[in-house]
């Protein structure tokens, strides 16, 4: 099946630092991508919608300017955490739409983003 | 009022018994359903779409009512491994997936 990982899983941070988070689709393309956030024993909420070559679209209530979408190529994109604070601390995971199959998500592993 | 609506759980079974989850959804607009499965500090992975028709995979059962804005899935022959927690989502086109907030499964010896 499609592959999706995610870089780094985890990582620990001193607030007002910025924090990237990359999401690769391994053996397809995806325009598409989406990044969700969870919290703990929370759903998953969509943040915002990565489009390869154009700007992302982001859900009500997300800042674009603090958490920065780019969707470089086919295969990656990234997500960063612009001057981190403790309430961003959370799992950040990334799906990827495989184009060959319209609605089929395929999900990173997530990254577990710790702001101290 | 939540656009996909669980029941959080848990549910706290023993091995071989069956168990069903519920869910609901708002938005009349939803285009299809699936049920994803999501252990502990994981990413959420697909159990299986559902369709009205109803399907079927092994021990898995999943339906789905329009009518009433009604999904479930029915777990036969619980093992310890489907301890985890099954979230309900729609998508509502716009490649969009709406999640539930899932219900939690514990399979007990």
């Known amino acids: 099946g499609a592959v999706v990982s995610q870089h780094p899983s985890w990582v620990i941070c001193k607030s007002g630092t910025s924090v990237k988070i990359e999401c690769r689709s391994l053996d397809f393309q995806a325009t598409t991508m989406f990044w969700y956030r969870q919290f703990p024993k929370q759903s998953l909420m969509l943040m915002a919608t990565?489009?390869?070559?154009?700007?992302?679209?982001?859900e009500q209530g997300v800042e674009k300017d603090k958490f920065l979408i780019n969707h470089a190529s086919l295969t990656l994109s990234t997500l960063t955490v612009t001057s981190a604070h403790p309430e961003d601390s959370s799992f950040y995971i990334c799906s990827a739409r495989d184009e060959r199959f319209t609605d089929t998500q395929y999900f990173g592993p997530g990254t577990r983003l710790t702001v101290l | 009022r939540k656009e996909v609506e669980q029941d959080p759980g848990p549910f706290n079974v023993p091995e071989g018994a069956t168990v069903a989850f519920n869910c609901t959804y708002s938005?009349?607009?939803?285009?299809?359903f699936f049920w994803y499965r999501q252990d502990c500090r994981k990413e959420p992975k697909l159990l299986m779409s559902v369709y009205s028709s109803g399907n079927e995979d092994g021990r898995f059962t999943a339906q789905l009512n329009r009518a009433s804005q009604y999904i479930s899935l029915l777990i036969r022959d619980s093992k310890l491994s489907d301890s985890a927690t099954y979230l309900c989502v729609s998508h509502t086109g716009f490649q969009k997936l709406v999640f539930g907030t899932g219900t939690r499964l514990l399979v007990s010896p």
């Open positions: 990565s489009n390869e070559g154009s700007k992302a679209t982001y």
């Open positions: 938005n009349s607009a939803s285009q299809s």
